[in-house]
């Protein structure tokens, strides 16, 4: 209450504080005092013109406001502070502008602005606050009855800007009735993105996407987003605080995240920002994040706003001729069904998002933003999504733009509304939304459909409450990487780096034993890579290989010296004049860890890769370095997509992937090595041959194997992988046993037509049999026997089916000798959105399930067993102790696949 009172009047003192302005004794009269307005917010209106640029030069926003009041027919002013950061050539000319106008128009959110009122009544930017004066600001009427006072209080041109932006992301104000700018865009993947540079707040930063998702752990990643969802209304209630403005995404409510599209090439610019290259894992990701990031406090208040992107088929961003704005996926119904969609089904109807952002390519013809097939009849009246259709930037400008599909500005704008796209980040429906009203192309009833939804999610937030109905709105700023949040980040760290090798027992390391350590690479002092790609990813400090190692207790304890040389200036880099101080490093050394890789220099948003193995020199200084090390040569891979090392795989015996880390990167790779931490991570991607791009364009969106493609993703990639998806050893040893269930004969499961749920599942025990405590990531994974001709017929005639497909993961810590039961559903046709283990789809897009027999792998990564059939099995069932494999025979009552409604 304290607080509220405190920020209520400072707000006071803000819009009615007058500045005074003294003049010479003797001389004219002072003109009428000039209100300072808000820092951050520019006044669009009628600007007068007394020189052609259009402005003034002026020292301060004092200054600006002597002119206004100088000038008669001066009623507001903007004052810039920045001109260069505007992006607009004619403010460049001076470093002060001074923008003098005669009648107030928007108010439009711009950081470096501060605008006034000289002698004219004083917009208030929100209604709301401190005094209620609307209908909207009424909490004792429900949400629906609050946003429809809003919307039928605006005007048929209010409305379209408020579903539109003029920055990105931003909507301006409406003066005329008090409505106040909001920006919908902050971003937070692996903890919040912009914090910093907006408000100078370190948040928690996590390992990036796909090592989050290597960690095996869907509980961990519900707590990477409790600590986000916290971290963001910290920042929120903060930048209220201060009245920053909206412009500062860093601490916006609407987040564009998680990122869920299938890593289906290892050549994708934003692979790292995604899951993984599975559907099931990718679903499954996205409904722990969503329900710890949009959680709800004791009033019902989501934390957040948060989007599933970016529907659908999106996996590419400049190859070739080709960029993310022009390219047109040219997909199957069955890879649609079977691999693309599958993730967002699971997202909408489990994890229940208040935005779902269209992206920027075409899919058979017709850009994503403007699929009415999709954005409307899939996701709406077949999936039951209530939340709001948002475009990626640019995207509805890409309809006619990049895509030639509309043929002006405003035919776009009716392609994207009447489509079902909300909400354009972007400035196409400002632009050209009047105009296609104008032209009968959209109407204002689907313009207040979209803007309902909109403000929908804004009121469920709690953006027209008053604080003190916000339990929220009392997080603190020091929640921000907290001890408690940080601990979570280590934890995090820890448990994405996977162990691909370690034949030869090198790991862990004994402290007591070891006296020098060489540390080389590119990647062994670099935060860039830390931090996923991206610098406004901003955490109180990001701890390095280098930094980790050498900081150490162990290290330091024992008195361990460690010798940097980096040998490459980057991972690009061609200049070896650093060789010879690795190599002179590592033949001093009884242990040399070699950190290379790949950073956001190579794989970003925008950019893909054009080759997919090591870049620069890093190959030749590994073969050096393996060549000249007096002792054992550890290798550590750094990167967020995978990286195919022939060398690498086949030459050294000691692998770690340690990704993209985060804040805690360093800590936790030395934690690894000297066996503080048992690894436990997994991959979450199939590591190719390094020829595949060779065999495969980026631009064919078909998973499996035609032509010179071998397949896409561990479901249907054809050649040996490097490593295969899952791939991830330990410090100490597990067991797996079946647990009740029957081993001489295979499950039988009798399916009706009526797609009725079957229940059904399998148990398994899990033991720790070494001398090591650890965790143990158990998959599931699913293979039917049939062929695809004799499951379908003539439907799915020449199509392979999937090799197998994950439809379960668990992750349990056990003690030396400690067990425990874990339980997969395999149950027929589960509740819709759920994964339907024995489902299949057909090449025409049906999901069916089908009569035949079908295996159930528990374990690992699925390879032991991969290829085996039902008849090499012993009654259906085998354990190995490594890999359980069980049968699973199904029986529909006319003996034909029964089909599942999409």
């Given amino acids: 209450k304290i607080m509220a009172a405190v920020r209520g009047a400072f707000r006071a003192f803000v819009l009615l504080s007058a500045v005074s302005l003294s003049v010479a004794a003797g001389g004219p009269p002072s003109p009428p005092p000039c209100t300072t307005f808000l820092h951050g917010y520019d006044l669009n209106g009628g600007d007068i013109q007394p020189e052609p640029a259009g402005f003034r030069n002026a020292t301060s926003p004092t200054d600006c406001c002597r002119q206004c009041m100088a000038t008669p027919t001066c009623k507001y002013f903007s004052f810039n502070d920045k001109a260069a950061d505007q992006g607009n050539g004619r403010r460049t000319a001076y470093r002060h502008n001074c923008w003098l106008k005669s009648s107030l128009g928007v108010v439009t959110p711009r950081s470096t602005d501060t605008s006034g009122a000289c002698g004219a009544p004083l917009p208030q930017p929100d209604a709301c606050f401190p005094n209620p004066t609307q209908p909207w600001c009424n909490t004792s009427l429900s949400i629906p009855q609050r946003v429809k006072a809003a919307v039928d209080a605006m005007t048929v041109d209010e409305k379209i800007d408020q579903i539109g932006t003029f920055t990105p992301a931003t909507v301006p104000g409406i003066p005329r009735i008090g409505w106040p700018p909001y920006s919908y865009h902050s971003e937070g993947l692996h903890g919040l993105r912009t914090t910093y540079s907006t408000l100078g707040l370190n948040a928690t930063i996590f390992p990036q996407v796909t090592g989050m998702a290597a960690t095996g752990n869907l509980s961990l990643i519900a707590d990477m987003a409790s600590v986000m969802a916290f971290e963001a209304r910290a920042a929120n209630n903060e930048m209220i605080r201060r009245k920053v403005g909206p412009f500062a995404k860093g601490g916006s409510l609407f987040f564009w995240s998680p990122t869920m599209n299938l890593c289906r090439d290892p050549r994708w610019g934003r692979f790292q920002e995604s899951v993984s290259e599975d559907p099931w894992l990718n679903g499954a990701y996205s409904v722990s994040f969503l329900d710890a990031f949009q959680q709800v406090d004791a009033k019902g208040f989501p934390a957040t706003a948060s989007t599933c992107k970016h529907f659908a088929a999106y996996s590419l961003e400049g190859w070739e001729n080709f960029t993310r704005h022009n390219f047109n996926a040219e997909v199957s119904q069955q890879d649609l069904q079977e691999s693309y969609l599958p993730a967002f089904e699971t997202c909408v109807r489990q994890g229940k998002p208040a935005q779902i952002m269209c992206s920027y390519n075409e899919i058979n013809g017709v850009p994503s933003c403007a699929d009415k097939t999709y954005m409307t009849d899939l996701i709406r009246s077949s999936w039951g999504f209530e939340g709001l259709v948002v475009s990626d930037q640019g995207a509805v400008h890409d309809i006619f733009s990049g895509h030639k599909y509309a043929s002006d500005g405003p035919h776009g704008v009716s392609n994207a509304l009447n489509a079902g796209c909300d909400q354009n980040d972007g400035t196409m429906y400002h632009q050209h939304g009047s105009q296609a009203f104008k032209q009968g192309l959209i109407n204002e009833t689907r313009i207040d459909e979209a803007l309902t939804r909109i403000l929908t999610q804004r009121f469920r937030v709690g953006s027209f409450d008053p604080p003190s109905n916000v339990p929220w709105s009392q997080v603190p700023t020091s929640v921000m990487s907290s001890p408690a949040h940080t601990a979570v980040a280590l934890r995090a760290a820890r448990e994405s780096i996977a162990l691909l090798n370690n034949s030869a027992g090198v790991l862990p390391l004994d402290a007591t034993k070891v006296k020098s350590i060489a540390l080389v690479g590119p990647l062994a002092n670099n935060t860039q890579a830390l931090g996923g790609g991206k610098p406004d990813y901003h955490a109180t400090h990001y701890i390095t290989h280098l930094e980790g190692l050498s900081s150490h207790p162990l290290v330091v304890g024992n008195k361990i010296h460690v010798n940097y040389a980096a040998g490459l200036p980057s991972v690009t880099s061609s200049d070896q004049s650093g060789f010879a101080a690795a190599v002179a490093a590592v033949q001093e050394a009884d242990v040399t860890i070699v950190c290379v890789g790949i950073d956001g220099t190579v794989e970003h948003e925008g950019q893909d890769r054009v080759t997919i193995d090591l870049t620069g020199k890093q190959q030749a200084l590994l073969q050096l370095l393996n060549e000249k090390a007096r002792g054992p040569v550890v290798v550590v891979l750094g990167n967020g997509g995978p990286v195919s090392t022939p060398f690498v795989r086949n030459n050294m015996a000691t692998v770690i992937e340690a990704f993209e880390g985060g804040q ?231 003996g034909q696949p029964v089909a599942r409604p999409l």
């Fill in 664 to 894: 805690f990167a360093g800590q936790a790779l030395a934690d690894v090595v000297f066996g503080v931490v048992n690894p436990s991570g997994v991959l979450p991607f199939t590591v190719y041959q390094p020829d595949f791009p060779s065999k495969t364009p980026l631009s064919d969106m078909a998973m499996r194997p035609h032509g010179t493609s071998p397949g896409r993703t561990y479901r249907f990639y054809q050649d040996e992988p490097l490593w295969p998806f899952g791939a991830g050893d330990s410090f100490t040893t597990f067991s797996l046993s079946w647990h009740n269930t029957t081993s001489d004969q295979p499950t039988l499961l009798s399916v009706d037509d009526d797609a009725a749920p079957v229940k059904a599942s399998l148990s398994v025990t899990v033991k720790n049999t070494g001398t090591r405590s650890g965790a143990k990531v158990v998959m599931a994974f699913m293979q039917e026997q049939s062929s695809r001709e004799e499951l379908h017929g003539a439907e799915g005639k020449g199509d392979t089916a999937p090799s197998k497909s994950l439809f379960g993961m668990q992750k349990v810590m056990l003690a030396p000798g400690e067990s425990r039961v874990l339980t997969f559903d395999t149950s027929a046709w589960p509740q819709p959105g759920h994964w339907c283990p024995l489902c299949t789809v057909t090449a025409t897009g049906r999901r069916v399930i089908s009569q035949g027999d079908y295996l159930v792998y528990v374990g690992g990564d699925g390879s032991v067993t991969e290829h085996a059939r039902f008849s090499d099995m012993v009654f259906g069932h085998r354990d190995d102790g490594l890999e359980l494999v069980h049968s699973i025979r199904v029986v529909t009552s006319t």
